[in-house]
């Protein structure tokens, strides 16, 4: 079952720079995303990573140079098909690609991939899916082996199938997502995607051309040394999920690992980078 996540709402006076300082801060705790808006900062932690006294270990609330008001509400899963049925809008990525649901008429697109969304993130509505899938239009797929770390709804890996890869897993931690993930890929007739539960790589894992990794900075800090690991010589590492201010971090560790950077994007204050090993 899809769990409880506790939202936070941080107001922050003065905004600028306090709030950007606010959010690395916020980085180092279980948060798994952030959404920030003209008035506050909005962050997400699973309700079962969640405990009393959870800010305690942030100075930045003793600061007085700044004034940080929050109030956390407990946000229960929502089912996305009624909620996108009413909201959600085609997106074209570039010329040749677009992603709507099957109440969508088609697009007359390259690819046209037909995502239902129930409780899984991915729809490329974000900025983070949006500049993978740009990532993954420039990629050559045909003959690969492919990972989707992360899966949500299975977008990323559907685009790589579609676009000739031999074999595509897709991983994510969330048992809910990865029923959607199924159900997506055998909708948009993709039957090389093999879906699975899991929340990190093993020593059993497979060689991959290409591994996609949408998720958010500290399990991608966490996890860059098993992708690469898991990559091949020449393989290529695509990331987001994060901020501008966590590019450095991000960098240094995958050149830690050997990896070189090639390639990055940014889209409002999210970021998402090309690796080659």
């Known amino acids: 079952m899809a769990q409880n996540y506790v939202e936070y709402q941080f107001t922050v006076v003065p905004k600028d720079p306090w709030e950007e300082i606010l959010l690395a ?21 699973p309700e079962d990573q969640h405990y009393p006294g959870f800010l305690n270990s942030i100075d930045l609330f003793e600061n007085p140079a700044v004034t940080i008001d929050f109030k956390t509400t407990t946000i229960k899963p929502i089912n996305w098909n009624s909620k996108w049925e009413s ?17 969508h008429p088609a697009q007359g697109k390259t690819y046209e991939l037909v995502i239902n969304p129930k409780m899984s993130f991915g729809t490329g509505h974000h900025q983070t899916t949006h500049m993978m899938l ?48 199924k159900e997506n890929a055998q909708k948009n007739e993709c039957l090389n995607i093999i879906c699975s539960l899991g929340s990190s790589l093993n020593l059993n894992t497979p060689k ?40 450095s971090s991000l960098i240094a560790c995958c050149e830690t690992e050997g990896l070189v950077l090639v390639a990055e994007k940014q889209k409002e204050t999210w970021c998402a980078l090309k690796f080659v090993k």
């Open 134 to 181: 740009e990532f993954g239009l420039e990629e050559h797929f045909d003959e690969k082996t492919i990972l989707d770390m992360g899966c949500g709804t299975g977008v990323l890996a559907i685009l790589a199938s579609m676009k000739g890869a031999a074999a595509v897993d897709a991983i994510d931690n969330d048992p809910w997502c990865i029923e959607n993930a």
């Open 87 to 103: 909201e959600f809008k085609p997106i074209e990525i570039g010329e040749d690609c677009v992603v709507r649901a099957d109440f």
């Open 25 to 45: 801060s916020l980085q180092e705790l279980p948060f798994e995303s952030f959404d920030d808006n003209e008035d506050f900062l909005l962050a997400y932690v």
């Open 208 to 247: 991959y051309d290409l591994i996609f990794a949408n998720i958010n900075r500290n399990v991608l800090l966490e996890q860059i040394s098993s992708y690469n690991k898991a990559l091949i010589e020449g393989g290529v590492l695509l990331l987001s999920g994060f901020y501008q201010a966590d590019l």
